[in-house]
């Protein structure tokens, strides 16, 4: 059974940071694209970053400078750490795989987890 499971979203103040992980540990296809995405009430879902198998990534502009998106290969694990956190940020993240690679449209990926929430007021 194919999984991705994202954890450590929560409430912080603007200025504030959050680390989000994504359980790979029941994801098969980690030699393809992973990536996060975000949904805020009533907007489409929207790419946030982008990381290669082979550790390239890519940024939404409305994150470059303040979020990092890495592999760690040993833990099996996604992370998004996210730093000067505004309201606009505000939303249900989720971690996406697929076979394309960098791509941060949410047609590219096949595999989904639940969401994590982030709220920042």
């Known amino acids: 059974h194919v999984q991705l499971v994202e954890s450590g979203g929560g409430s912080v103040q603007a200025g504030g940071s959050l680390r989000l992980s994504c359980d790979l540990s029941s994801y098969p296809y980690k030699q393809y694209g992973l990536a996060w995405f975000r949904q805020a009430p009533g907007k489409a879902r929207e790419g946030v970053a982008a990381?290669?198998?082979?550790?390239?990534?890519l940024y939404a502009d409305s994150v470059k400078g303040r979020f990092t998106i890495s592999r760690d290969n040993a833990e099996n694990t996604l992370l998004l750490e996210m730093n000067e956190l505004k309201p606009e940020d505000t939303g249900t993240y989720y971690c996406?795989?697929?076979?394309?690679?960098?791509?941060?449209?949410?047609?590219?990926?096949?595999?989904w987890g639940r969401g994590t929430q982030v709220t920042v007021s």
């Open positions: 996406a795989g697929g076979a394309w690679q960098l791509l941060l449209r949410p047609t590219a990926y096949n595999y």
């Open positions: 990381i290669s198998s082979a550790g390239a990534t």
